[in-house]
């Protein structure tokens, strides 16, 4: 079974420019996250959807940053206009809640912004 | 608010030294823990996961995590590392309103 796809994986735009992350979860994975990690650091939590409910979007800079989760299965991130301190590497992850299971991650898409 | 303190940042290590990593968690309620581990190039993986049951938890590679529940603690070990183990390691704690929260992790350099 394929695991949490996430494209691109490196993205390179200019400052002000809009981005957008994909990810497609692993089958029948109810719970999807979306990390992002600085260099040296952990993932930090941006949102986390239950199905198509965005149940934790505390930590998203809502200012620039969308995301949704359409049907609860692919999910899309994105940055409107992009600023140099986003660059970053993104990170999806799904998990079954029902199930317990723990969080599986994707590759990451590493944003550099110049 | 919720955190996860990992207290070596860097850790270097020769063949056949032990490991232990430590990991503290500021929580009150029930928690499930994790260890991850990155190794260069590769997505995130599991190495050891504690819901409930025997403190002490055996993963993959000759990894194991002990939960100390009155120390908030979940440190990891390893007798004896492989230059193989190089990597970073990342403990991750989630509450039981599904919020999952990292450490910044520990890099581990091994050498031959």
């Known amino acids: 079974e394929a695991g949490v796809v996430q494209s691109p994986r490196y993205k390179i735009i200019e400052k002000k420019q809009p981005v957008a992350f994909w990810c497609n979860p692993i089958?029948?994975?109810?719970?999807l996250y979306w990390y992002r990690q600085n260099l040296g650091q952990g993932p930090e939590l941006l949102i986390r959807?239950?199905?198509?409910?965005?149940?934790?979007d505390s930590q998203l800079p809502k200012d620039r940053f969308s995301a949704e989760r359409l049907k609860g299965v692919d999910s899309t991130l994105k940055i409107q206009p992009a600023e140099l301190g986003d660059s970053a590497v993104y990170l999806c992850a799904s998990g079954d809640r029902v199930k317990n299971t723990e969080a599986f991650f994707g590759q990451g898409t590493r944003l550099t912004v110049v | 608010a919720q955190s996860v303190s990992q207290h070596n940042h860097h850790v270097i290590l020769s063949e056949a030294a032990s490991l232990e990593l430590g990991c503290n968690y500021s929580y009150g309620g029930t928690v499930n823990l994790f260890w991850y581990v990155q190794y260069p190039g590769q997505h995130l993986q599991l190495l050891l996961k504690y819901f409930s049951g025997d403190p002490l938890v055996k993963g993959i590679k000759g990894f194991e995590a002990e939960f100390i529940k009155s120390k908030f603690s979940f440190n990891l070990r390893k007798p004896s590392v492989q230059w193989s183990d190089t990597a970073e390691y990342f403990c991750a704690v989630r509450t039981n309103t599904d919020k999952l929260i990292f450490g910044t992790g520990t890099r581990l350099q091994v050498f031959p």
């Open positions: 959807y239950e199905n198509e409910e965005a149940v934790d």
């Open positions: 089958s029948g994975h109810n719970t």
